[in-house]
């Protein structure tokens, strides 16, 4: 029996489906409103939206409003929430619960999608479990009929978390969250330039009054010197800690230091530590001149950063698929995010876990607290203590391996985070690292120096590759590199980079029957903004490159607002993968976008701009269209661009964009800082294992497949996979693996630009329960 199912068997007509955000506002919130919306209509319901959160529903009227199609537009790129949130003491009432149901059953309103935090949803699902008994209040009390409540008599809940402190168990990022991390992570960047000018510590507090996720990952994204969060109160003594830690620094000629502070961060007394209070500390005890910066709501504002738009916009499409499959007897559930798979778990059970955590805490149960927050967590905690403290020399393992990183192929922005996390904890690990500059040109030229642990000092927020990188392949200088190796006794590769360096590895193991130089672990770790390296769902760089598409595109749409009937035809990077293209699209709310794996024709091209011609009927009267730079060679973008100005002669003229370069430069973004991070610690972790094994007879022997992988994310786990064995998934012609995850985004894409598609459900409408696994515990949180 065929298990595939299509959302199109799944009706919505005569359903009405009801959207509010409720709580504190977090940035993506409208891209989720936006989806629930289109989706809803695309399905044939009527959707509804609740202005000022559960506020707007106890009070009803105007509050409660049929959405249009044209209603969310350009709502993709605003931050907050347009439909308004209220916290509402009244709902909280019997009373207030009883208006809200009558005001639902006035509007035919059984099907309800929240967007907030823990407490929002909870509210959702007393509300929920109360339905039948509210009706037959309002009945008795004749304010609705009997057939009024036989057609209203079950109430559907499905749960979205909008909230920046990824705090609620069960999901791997809220809504909000990497928005928020991306506003700090600005703030932390602009500060260090004037910290570094005037030799400053400074001191900033973030949110998070309960949970330090925010705190903790800005910390390892910015390299901070120290982090405060609640669920794990520093040791008594650690003023002295600290403050020796930030002497040590400036002795080293570090001129700045930065402190993070999470606004709930307590000592091991439950005494709350302040900015001020580490303020006065430093200065009274070391002299430094040091500033206290207080992020506050910028946290919240701003437009959302590319990874909150596509997550609220499969999550919005998620939670209406999850409304048209409920049945009376079906339990109220959150969608959220594991890996890279939207999923459904039971709300309650999500939202009594989080309580664990809170509970946890307040019994100073922290390590307990910590391991409830999830693995993701607490890889993040340990990274940062590897990362940030030196230890001294007399505390180091005595290991007496040399390990080589290198860079190869185009720069990617979050590779110089990667080379400084290699190389620090190799160090804590007791090996000698070397950088070799240039990739394997530099080697074979012998371009190769120790690096040490402090010459990777504030490496994380640098773009680009500071060791530099080439495309060149290793083949043609076996002899050379296999000289470098033997002169520097290099006894392990870490290879940080994109196709060529995935190439360069099958080459470097091939040719081990020939150079005993080359049986050592070696290891490869993606990075390009193209994220086309099989074996790994995400390579380091392609979320800043999506980031600046996506920027680049909100702002060339707000161009377009003020001349109207106008539409842009934009090229993206990614040779012949698709990627960037595709999900940039999705943040950017395009209406086409034409790839490689998705071939089309001059038919195709046509039903596009007659598309596009139907919307400038409506009161949007603007177009997006992406082009991959290789999807056709002779549907070029100079084609696509005289073909739409011909046909659209009269409807409305175009504009294109080569964006080129501009996609692989700039700051590196936090996910990418803190996924670079995350992964060369652990490809570190697996080059001190391997060598440990191969060690025989005095000296690194390691011959077999596995002993020369690359490190990839796939679905909820980080995997190592013999680069031997990803032959058999590699279009070599075109540098792309054979099957792509993303290309199931196509038709949510398409949906949202009101084309009519068929989408996949398969990997969806599961019910899971939070027990199969653990909150948070996938590494693919970006490892954020």
Same mark, same amino acid.
């Given at each position: 029996?065929?298990?595939?199912?299509?959302?199109?068997?799944?009706?919505?007509?005569?359903?009405?489906?009801?959207?509010?955000?409720?709580?504190?506002?977090?940035?993506?919130?409208?891209?989720?409103?936006?989806?629930?919306?289109?989706?809803?209509?695309?399905?044939?319901?009527?959707?509804?939206?609740?202005?000022?959160?559960?506020?707007?529903?106890?009070?009803?009227?105007?509050?409660?409003?049929?959405?249009?199609?044209?209603?969310?537009?350009?709502?993709?790129?605003?931050?907050?929430?347009?439909?308004?949130?209220?916290?509402?003491?009244?709902?909280?009432?019997?009373?207030?619960?009883?208006?809200?149901?009558?005001?639902?059953?006035?509007?035919?309103?059984?099907?309800?999608?929240?967007?907030?935090?823990?407490?929002?949803?909870?509210?959702?699902?007393?509300?929920?479990?109360?339905?039948?008994?509210?009706?037959?209040?309002?009945?008795?009390?004749?304010?609705?009929?009997?057939?009024?409540?036989?057609?209203?008599?079950?109430?559907?809940?499905?749960?979205?978390?909008?909230?920046?402190?990824?705090?609620?168990?069960?999901?791997?990022?809220?809504?909000?969250?990497?928005?928020?991390?991306?506003?700090?992570?600005?703030?932390?960047?602009?500060?260090?330039?004037?910290?570094?000018?005037?030799?400053?510590?400074?001191?900033?507090?973030?949110?998070?009054?309960?949970?330090?996720?925010?705190?903790?990952?800005?910390?390892?994204?910015?390299?901070?010197?120290?982090?405060?969060?609640?669920?794990?109160?520093?040791?008594?003594?650690?003023?002295?800690?600290?403050?020796?830690?930030?002497?040590?620094?400036?002795?080293?000629?570090?001129?700045?230091?930065?402190?993070?502070?999470?606004?709930?961060?307590?000592?091991?007394?439950?005494?709350?530590?302040?900015?001020?209070?580490?303020?006065?500390?430093?200065?009274?005890?070391?002299?430094?001149?040091?500033?206290?910066?207080?992020?506050?709501?910028?946290?919240?504002?701003?437009?959302?950063?590319?990874?909150?738009?596509?997550?609220?916009?499969?999550?919005?499409?998620?939670?209406?698929?999850?409304?048209?499959?409920?049945?009376?007897?079906?339990?109220?559930?959150?969608?959220?995010?594991?890996?890279?798979?939207?999923?459904?778990?039971?709300?309650?059970?999500?939202?009594?876990?989080?309580?664990?955590?809170?509970?946890?805490?307040?019994?100073?149960?922290?390590?307990?607290?910590?391991?409830?927050?999830?693995?993701?967590?607490?890889?993040?905690?340990?990274?940062?203590?590897?990362?940030?403290?030196?230890?001294?020399?007399?505390?180091?393992?005595?290991?007496?391996?040399?390990?080589? %990183?290198?860079? =190869?192929?185009? +720069? !990617?922005?979050?590779? &110089?985070?990667?080379?400084? $996390?290699?190389?620090?904890? #190799?160090?804590?690990?007791?090996?000698?690292?070397?950088?070799?500059?240039?990739?394997?040109?530099?080697?074979?030229?012998?371009?190769?120096?120790?690096?040490?642990?402090?010459?990777?000092?504030?490496?994380?927020?640098?773009?680009?590759?500071?060791?530099?990188?080439?495309?060149?392949?290793?083949?043609?200088?076996?002899?050379?590199?296999?000289?470098?190796?033997?002169?520097?006794?290099?006894?392990?590769?870490?290879?940080?980079?994109?196709?060529?360096?995935?190439?360069?590895?099958?080459?470097?193991?091939?040719?081990?029957?020939?150079?005993?130089?080359?049986? %050592?672990?070696? =290891?490869?770790? +993606? !990075?390009?903004?193209? &994220?086309?390296?099989?074996? $790994?769902?995400?390579?380091? #760089?392609?979320?800043?490159?999506?980031?600046?598409?996506?920027?680049?595109?909100?702002?060339?749409?707000?161009?377009?607002?003020?001349?109207?009937?106008?539409?842009?035809?934009?090229?993206?990077?990614?040779?012949?993968?698709?990627?960037?293209?595709?999900?940039?699209?999705?943040?950017?709310?395009?209406?086409?976008?034409?790839?490689?794996?998705?071939?089309?024709?001059?038919?195709?091209?046509?039903?596009?701009?007659?598309?596009?011609?139907?919307?400038?009927?409506?009161?949007?009267?603007?177009?997006?269209?992406?082009?991959?730079?290789?999807?056709?060679?002779?549907?070029?973008?100079?084609?696509?661009?005289?073909?739409?100005?011909?046909?659209?002669?009269?409807?409305?003229?175009?504009?294109?964009?080569?964006?080129?370069?501009?996609?692989?430069?700039?700051?590196?973004?936090?996910?990418?800082?803190?996924?670079?991070?995350?992964?060369?610690?652990?490809?570190?972790?697996?080059?001190?294992?391997?060598?440990?094994?191969?060690?025989?007879?005095?000296?690194?022997?390691?011959?077999?497949?596995?002993?020369?992988?690359?490190?990839?994310?796939?679905?909820?786990?980080?995997?190592?996979?013999?680069?031997?064995?990803?032959?058999?998934?590699?279009?070599?012609?075109?540098?792309?693996?054979?099957?792509?995850?993303?290309?199931?985004?196509?038709?949510?894409?398409?949906?949202?630009?009101?084309?009519?598609?068929?989408?996949?459900?398969?990997?969806?409408?599961?019910?899971?329960?939070?027990?199969?696994?653990?909150?948070?515990?996938?590494?693919?949180?970006?490892?954020?």
């Amino acid at each position: 029996m065929n298990t595939r199912k299509f959302f199109e068997n799944l009706s919505g007509a005569g359903k009405s489906i009801a959207v509010l955000t409720s709580g504190g506002d977090a940035q993506g919130m409208n891209a989720a409103v936006r989806a629930v919306v289109r989706m809803g209509i695309y399905v044939g319901a009527k959707v509804y939206f609740i202005h000022e959160g559960y506020q707007g529903m106890v009070d009803g009227g105007d509050n409660i409003k049929e959405a249009r199609w044209e209603s969310v537009s350009s709502m993709l790129q605003v931050g907050g929430t347009v439909i308004g949130s209220a916290r509402c003491k009244e709902f909280r009432t019997h009373e207030g619960r009883l208006k809200a149901a009558h005001n639902l059953v006035q509007k035919g309103i059984t099907n309800l999608c929240v967007i907030g935090g823990d407490g929002s949803l909870t509210g959702a699902n007393l509300f929920r479990e109360e339905w039948s008994g509210l009706l037959e209040e309002l009945l008795q009390q004749g304010l609705i009929d009997e057939e009024a409540t036989r057609k209203n008599s079950a109430l559907h809940i499905v749960g979205m978390v909008g909230s920046i402190d990824n705090d609620f168990c069960g999901t791997d990022m809220t809504i909000g969250t990497d928005s928020a991390l991306h506003r700090i992570i600005e703030v932390v960047d602009a500060i260090m330039t004037t910290a570094q000018s005037h030799q400053r510590t400074f001191v900033l507090e973030v949110m998070g009054r309960h949970c330090g996720y925010l705190a903790l990952v800005s910390a390892l994204a910015c390299g901070a010197d120290w982090v405060f969060i609640p669920e794990m109160p520093p040791e008594d003594g650690w003023e002295d800690n600290m403050c020796q830690k930030l002497s040590e620094n400036r002795a080293d000629k570090k001129r700045l230091n930065i402190i993070i502070v999470a606004e709930g961060a307590i000592d091991s007394h439950s005494k709350a530590i302040t900015p001020d209070y580490i303020k006065d500390l430093v200065v009274q005890r070391l002299g430094f001149d040091t500033r206290v910066t207080i992020l506050g709501h910028v946290q919240r504002g701003g437009t959302p950063s590319a990874f909150d738009r596509i997550l609220a916009s499969r999550m919005g499409v998620e939670a209406v698929l999850a409304l048209l499959e409920a049945s009376a007897n079906t339990p109220a559930c959150v969608v959220s995010l594991v890996g890279n798979q939207a999923v459904r778990l039971p709300l309650m059970e999500c939202v009594q876990m989080t309580q664990e955590v809170q509970k946890a805490m307040d019994e100073k149960k922290f390590d307990e607290a910590v391991r409830l927050r999830g693995r993701s967590f607490e890889n993040n905690l340990t990274t940062y203590s590897l990362l940030s403290y030196r230890k001294a020399d007399s505390e180091l393992p005595n290991s007496s391996f040399n390990v080589a %990183v290198l860079n =190869v192929g185009a +720069p !990617a922005a979050g590779m &110089n985070a990667a080379v400084r $996390s290699a190389v620090r904890v #190799g160090i804590t690990e007791g090996h000698k690292m070397f950088a070799v500059s240039d990739g394997f040109e530099g080697f074979y030229k012998g371009q190769v120096k120790e690096i040490k642990w402090g010459d990777v000092g504030g490496w994380t927020g640098q773009g680009g590759s500071l060791l530099g990188t080439k495309r060149t392949l290793p083949g043609k200088h076996l002899d050379e590199i296999a000289e470098q190796m033997r002169i520097h006794n290099i006894n392990a590769l870490l290879v940080i980079g994109g196709f060529e360096a995935y190439v360069g590895l099958l080459e470097l193991s091939a040719a081990r029957d020939k150079y005993n130089e080359f049986c %050592v672990p070696m =290891v490869m770790v +993606p !990075a390009t903004v193209s &994220n086309n390296i099989p074996g $790994s769902d995400l390579s380091i #760089g392609s979320d800043t490159a999506l980031n600046a598409i996506t920027d680049t595109c909100d702002r060339i749409k707000q161009s377009a607002s003020g001349t109207k009937r106008r539409v842009f035809i934009i090229e993206t990077m990614g040779g012949y993968c698709g990627y960037l293209a595709t999900v940039g699209g999705l943040a950017a709310g395009a209406d086409t976008v034409y790839i490689y794996e998705e071939p089309f024709d001059i038919r195709d091209l046509q039903a596009n701009v007659e598309h596009l011609t139907q919307k400038m009927k409506t009161s949007i009267q603007r177009g997006l269209v992406l082009r991959n730079e290789n999807c056709n060679e002779n549907f070029t973008t100079d084609f696509i661009y005289q073909l739409y100005t011909e046909e659209g002669r009269g409807v409305f003229d175009c504009r294109k964009n080569i964006l080129g370069h501009m996609q692989q430069g700039g700051a590196p973004s936090p996910f990418d800082r803190n996924f670079s991070t995350k992964i060369a610690a652990k490809a570190m972790q697996w080059i001190t294992r391997t060598l440990k094994e191969s060690f025989k007879g005095g000296r690194v022997f390691a011959n077999s497949e596995d002993t020369c992988c690359l490190l990839g994310m796939r679905r909820r786990a980080m995997v190592f996979q013999p680069v031997s064995e990803l032959r058999d998934e590699t279009d070599f012609v075109h540098r792309i693996p054979k099957e792509q995850w993303w290309l199931k985004l196509r038709p949510l894409m398409k949906i949202l630009a009101k084309y009519k598609t068929s989408y996949d459900v398969s990997d969806s409408g599961q019910l899971e329960h939070v027990s199969r696994f653990r909150p948070k515990d996938s590494d693919t949180s970006a490892a954020i």
